[in-house]
T-cell receptor
């Protein structure tokens, strides 16, 4: 069965520091992968997605993610974190059934940013 | 475009009470979804609807019913609320022509006492 693991429940970084959030997936075929961000009290917003092609994908707000098939990973990175990046981040893999997708989410990583 | 809207934003119920969570989207999407979010568990799919007139169970459907009223609206009903249904509920929509990206509403925070 498809699954997504985010090993880090909480991460704290200083403003201006680099960030990497880990995501590992289990999926039989080529996965469709997503990163979503949830700011406090808000719904989820798509940061970026990977379907095929270049394994390094760029997203909004200066985020990028790299798909590594050999490691079954899709880690999210940002070179310099801003205080407004404090939020919860979810990795997800799409599972296709009946002609449309269902998303399988990881448990999330909560990011705190120190000034 | 309002995107995906949900009502109410907050609700407190007593055990055994019923209520309906409303969701509407104005993006002309075919597919709609209901998720619940619990700490440490991410989002779990309750029900989904591939298109108007069809609904299917997701990962955690027990205790819930849904109605796809038309293409825009997808409601979630709790017939007899239980404390285990205390959660944040999110509605989402998507369309295959938009590369399967799901758009989420702002959520409904439900507490059952």
């Amino acid at each position: 069965a498809q699954s997504v693991t985010q090993p880090d429940i909480h991460i704290t970084v200083s403003e201006g520091a680099s960030l990497e959030l880990r995501c590992n997936y289990s999926y039989g075929a080529t996965p469709y992968l997503f990163w979503y961000v949830q700011s406090p009290g808000q719904g989820l917003q798509l940061l970026l997605k990977y379907f095929s092609g270049d394994t390094l994908v760029q997203g909004i707000k200066g985020f990028e993610a790299e798909f590594k098939r050999s490691q079954s990973s899709f880690n999210l990175r940002k070179p310099s974190v801003h205080w407004s990046d404090a939020a919860e981040y979810f990795c997800a893999v799409a599972r296709f059934s009946g002609g449309y997708n269902k998303l399988i989410f990881g448990a999330g990583t909560r990011l705190a940013v120190h000034p | 475009n309002a995107g995906v809207t949900q009502t109410p934003k907050f609700q407190v119920l007593k055990t055994g009470q019923s209520m309906t969570l409303q969701c509407a989207q104005d993006m002309n999407h075919n597919s709609m979804y209901w998720y619940r979010q619990d700490p440490g568990m991410g989002l779990r799919l309750i029900y989904y609807s591939a298109s108007e007139g069809t609904t299917d169970k997701g990962e955690v459907p027990n205790g819930y019913n849904v109605s796809r009223l038309n293409k825009r609206e997808f409601s979630l009903r709790l017939e007899s609320a239980a404390p285990s249904q205390t959660s944040v509920y999110f509605c989402a929509s998507s369309d295959p022509d938009q590369a399967y990206e799901q758009y989420f509403g702002p959520g409904t925070r439900l507490t059952v006492t």
